[in-house]
């Protein structure tokens, strides 16, 4: 299976400050049809995940354009704008190239 | 407005079956994939199972196949997780999501609790 690493594991953050975060894949997630199936998703405390970022850098329905995703092969990352305080709670990566569907471990953002 | 809620989670003895069911609303069901992940307490996320738009295809990760079915009633626009020979392991909060071929799990349903304990 696909291991996805991601750092920091948590992250501290003043409002307004911008922040990155890095999801490394044990395998390559370019498929070879030349698509990229890397997907970012956001848990706030007591809710569900939501889709931020699809195809890597594509942003989700309705989702602030404080969010950005970039990255290629491997190493991918997650960066936030000016973070603002609905920002908190888990971010997780995932990839959808290889059977099974595998999702990180995830990153805990918190406001300073 | 898209809309996933789950129901028949519950407590339940290891070994035991459990079914979960998802009703849909706001879009138009037998038109995408839909899958099941799950999340066992204060972890992370885990894939359980997708199925295609008809039904006649399913996927499944090794920790759950043989013992999880999914499948799907489109004129109900419902989704169901039956679930047998059940361990602790597979404690956890289960969420219902629309699988869309390019932008993945792009809505969730709210979760269902599913324990399983003696």
């Known amino acids: 299976d696909v291991v996805l690493t991601q750092t920091p594991s948590t992250l501290s953050a003043t409002i307004g400050q911008s922040v990155s975060i890095s999801c490394r894949s044990s395998?390559?997630?370019?498929?070879?049809?030349?698509?990229?199936?890397l997907y970012w998703y956001l848990q706030r405390p007591g809710q569900s995940p939501q889709l931020l970022i699809y195809?890597?850098?594509n942003l989700g329905s309705g989702v602030p354009n404080r969010f950005s995703g970039s990255g290629s092969g491997t190493d991918f990352t997650l960066k936030i704008s000016g973070v603002e305080a609905e920002d908190l709670g888990v971010y997780y990566c995932?990839?959808?190239?290889?059977?099974?569907?595998?999702f990180g471990s995830g990153t805990k953002l918190e406001i300073k | 407005e898209v809309q996933l809620v789950e129901s028949g989670g519950g407590l339940v003895q290891p070994g035991r079956s459990l079914k979960l069911s998802c009703a849909a609303s706001?879009?138009?069901?037998?038109?995408?994939?839909m899958a099941w992940v799950r999340q066992a307490p204060k972890k992370g996320l885990e894939w359980v199972a997708t199925?295609?738009?008809?039904?006649?295809?399913?996927y499944y990760p090794d920790s759950v196949k043989g013992r999880f079915t999914i499948s799907r009633d489109n004129a109900k626009s419902s989704l169901y997780l039956q679930m047998n020979s059940l361990k602790s392991e597979d404690t956890a909060t289960y969420y219902c999501?629309?699988?869309?071929?390019?932008?993945?799990?792009?809505?969730w349903g709210q979760g269902v609790m599913v324990t399983v304990s003696s």
């Open positions: 999501a629309r699988h869309d071929t390019i932008a993945a799990f792009d809505y």
């Open positions: 706001g879009f138009t069901f037998s038109n995408y994939y």
């Open positions: 199925i295609s738009t008809s039904g006649s295809r399913t």
């Open positions: 395998q390559s997630l370019l498929d070879s049809a030349g698509n990229t199936y």
């Open positions: 195809l890597v850098s």
């Open positions: 995932m990839q959808a190239t290889h059977a099974p569907l595998t």
